[in-house]
């Protein structure tokens, strides 16, 4: 387990990440994190829970609607 402490940036407050958190989220200074409460907590993570919903969608009409997007796609 790895205790972090928060710090005062300006009139905010700031979590320093390290480097072995930043590789294992796979993200580097600059990127976004999304913040996600869950049943056991919250939870960081580089990936738009937003967008994934979205592609879920899209999937599902590309596999019922396969034929007719074959159609367009010519």
């Not at 928060?6 to 480097?19: D, E, F």
């Not at 600059?30 to 993570?45: C, F, H, K």
Request: charged share 30%; no cysteine.
């Amino acid at each position: 387990m790895t205790s972090l402490k928060l710090k005062a940036v300006g009139n905010s407050t700031g979590l320093i990440l390290p480097k072995e958190i930043l590789s294992k989220l796979h993200v580097e200074k600059g990127d976004d994190l999304y913040v996600i409460e869950t049943a056991s907590g919250i939870e960081l993570t580089p990936y738009d829970p937003e967008f994934g919903r979205q592609m879920d969608a899209a999937r599902k009409v590309m596999k019922h609607r396969r034929n007719v997007l074959r159609e367009l796609a010519k």
